[in-house]
């Protein structure tokens, strides 16, 4: 894979782009991905976002949400935008099938590849790219990849609010170890810019329904078990839960991390029974490599902090095996 700044050239006449994202983006997958779209609109290409699948209405005020295809509801749409693709940007995931049904369609593709993660182990096969597993988020190396390339006066405010948005949530509202000096030194820059922030973190985190809040109590209060002698919380949600409150994509996002706030705690999980498939949500502090633990038992990964899976058992096999994998990785997690 070529470094990113290499792409300059073939971005200096008009293209047919692509920009995509990994299944149900959160704000980082999103807001890298518009960023770059209003980028890449300025410099005069015909763009088009595909997100695999829908995406969560808390992400519905990002300036070009409206425009981002949903592959799985627009699919003749979607595909039409991918016919002919002189470029593909891929944001936010670095394997394929994290793309879900578009997969296959996107393997097909004799276009330029280019990649910008930030996740562990990224699979081969990019012609152009920065996989960088210190950056906070993907939002971050766009905003670098801008000045890499030279093109920082193009930060409009539209691109500030978006890398602000995958910024500030992936790194926990600024307070997971990957908020670095350089996340530090952007934000500064993007306030220079005239980014209003405390509107992004209202549009995210106070714009929650009834529903979700009684969910997360109901969660928190029947759901989540708690086992010290492994420094370990869990959670498993049954599918009854998800219908009586109603929930819709993006409503159980950040629910893992009430787990890890209990003292001692090491690692949380979240277990869904999303009924197609499980879904596992991983986190930890400290030394536990919840990548390395999602690759292993439940065909996943992401970060060493953070990380998913899936499993096509049953919700109850699925804790048993959870909790079987946690006694085997007891000497890990003391
Ligand atoms: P979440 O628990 O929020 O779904 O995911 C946590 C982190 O792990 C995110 O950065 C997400 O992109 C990544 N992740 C989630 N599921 C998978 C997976 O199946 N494979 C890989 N490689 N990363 C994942
Ligand atoms: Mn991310």
């Known amino acids: 894979m070529k470094p990113i700044e290499e792409i300059k050239p ?13 299944q149900k983006p959160d704000a980082d997958a ?67 099938y994290r793309t879900k049904a578009m997969a296959p369609h996107l393997e097909q593709l004799k276009c330029t590849k280019i990649l910008i993660d930030h996740h562990l182990e990224p699979q081969p096969g990019f012609d152009y790219g920065v996989s960088d597993t210190a950056a906070s988020s993907t939002a971050q190396l766009v905003y670098e990849t801008l000045y890499k ?16 948005a995958g910024t500030m949530t992936d790194t926990g509202s600024f307070r997971f170890a990957s908020t670095s000096a350089r996340v530090h030194r952007m934000v500064a820059d993007l306030l220079d810019r005239g980014l209003k922030h405390e509107l992004i973190h209202q549009a995210i985190y106070d714009n929650f329904l009834e529903n979700r809040l009684r969910f997360i109590g109901h969660s928190l209060l029947h759901r989540m078990e708690v086992f010290y002698e492994y420094n370990t919380a869990m959670m498993a949600i049954p599918y009854a839960d998800l219908k009586r409150f109603d929930l819709q994509t993006g409503d159980t996002e950040g629910l893992v991390n009430f787990l890890l ?31 390395t633990f999602a690759r292993k038992y439940f065909e996943g990964g992401g970060h060493f902090n953070a990380a998913g899976g899936r499993s096509a058992d049953s919700l109850e096999k699925t804790v048993q095996r959870f909790i ?9 997690l003391q």
């Open 10 to 22: 073939l971005l200096e006449s008009p293209k047919k782009v692509v920009v995509t994202m990994h």
């Open 30 to 96: 999103m807001g890298s991905s518009l960023a770059m779209y209003h980028y890449l609109r300025q410099k005069g290409h015909e763009v088009t976002v595909i997100s695999p699948t829908n995406f969560p209405d808390f992400l519905k005020w990002m300036p070009g949400a409206e425009l981002v295809l949903d592959f799985e509801s627009m699919q003749e749409k979607a595909m039409s935008a991918l016919e002919g693709i002189d470029l593909l940007f891929c944001l936010d995931f670095n394997a394929l």
């Open 149 to 164: 390339l030279g093109e920082e006066q193009y930060i409009t405010s539209e691109i500030a609010q978006c890398i602000y």
């Open 261 to 291: 706030s209990i003292q001692g705690i090491k690692m949380a999980a979240l277990i869904i029974d999303r009924r197609e498939e499980i879904k596992l949500s991983f986190r930890s502090k400290g030394d536990f490599d919840v990548n």
């Open 324 to 332: 079987k994998a946690v006694e085997e990785n007891e000497d890990l």
